[in-house]
């Protein structure tokens, strides 16, 4: 079945240095890709999304693009914040109704 | 702010005890979806609810139901709890039935504790 298998963390980082976080895929078909966050005591908020081979999402520096071919969606920001510090899950919906999540990527931003 | 609402934000009940979380989808939207996030099963889909009609089952026990009612809010009823149904519980919302690749917006979540 179809699965999202991303980085583990934690991930700490100091403030300003550049971020990835990987994330492959698994799905049969051509489904959409989601970077999710959740930052502390909060629920989930969509980051970025892609639909298609090639498509990049972004949002508030943050960048990922749909690689069909590596069946990867690499989540980068060339700058982080402590704001940034939360946890990232990347997702996949492939037609289904249920979005399928990774494990989430603990991301912690020193000053 | 999604425009998903979730009450209560925590829950603290005992096991054997039965509660129910509530769910309003954004306005306009006619999907609602239920998810469990644990510390050892992760994000898990439960049940997905479009027009008042049951759409998709997940990863829910037979202890755990859901309706989603005429003006459109949705609630999870959880009964015979036990210490592993602890857990954060998320609701989300979309304008359709789960059409290919759209997007779900999640409310901030009910905490539910089982003592």
């Known amino acids: 079945g179809d699965s999202v298998t991303q980085m583990e963390g934690p991930v700490t980082l100091s403030e300003e240095a550049f971020l990835t976080i990987n994330c492959t895929y698994t799905?049969?078909?051509?489904?959409?890709l989601f970077w999710y966050v959740q930052y502390p005591g909060e629920g989930l908020q969509l980051l970025l999304k892609?639909?298609?081979?090639?498509d990049k999402g972004s949002n508030k520096g943050f960048e990922a693009t749909y690689r069909k071919e590596t069946t990867s969606f690499h989540l980068e920001k060339g700058s982080v914040q402590v704001s940034d510090s939360a946890v990232y899950f990347c997702?996949?919906?492939?037609?289904?109704?249920?979005?399928?999540f990774g494990s989430g990527t603990r991301l912690s931003i020193r000053p | 702010d999604s425009g998903v609402t979730q009450t209560p934000k925590h829950l603290i009940t005992a096991t054997g005890q039965r509660v129910t979380l509530r769910c309003s989808p954004r306005?306009?939207?006619?999907?609602v979806y239920w998810y469990q996030q644990s510390l050892d099963q992760g994000l898990q889909f439960l049940i997905q609810?479009?027009?008042?009609?049951?759409?998709a089952k997940g990863n829910i026990l037979e202890r755990f139901s859901a309706q989603q009612f005429p003006d459109l809010h949705s609630e999870l009823n959880l009964s015979s709890l036990e210490l592993g149904d602890s857990a954060l519980y998320f609701c989300?919302?979309?304008?359709?039935?789960?059409?290919?690749?759209?997007?779900?917006?999640f409310g901030p979540g009910t905490r539910l504790l089982v003592l």
């Open positions: 989300a919302s979309s304008v359709k039935a789960g059409v290919y690749g759209e997007t779900q917006y």
């Open positions: 799905a049969t078909g051509y489904p959409s």
């Open positions: 892609a639909t298609k081979a090639d």
């Open positions: 997702a996949l919906s492939g037609g289904a109704s249920k979005i399928i």
């Open positions: 306005s306009g939207d006619l999907s």
């Open positions: 609810y479009y027009n008042g009609e049951e759409r």
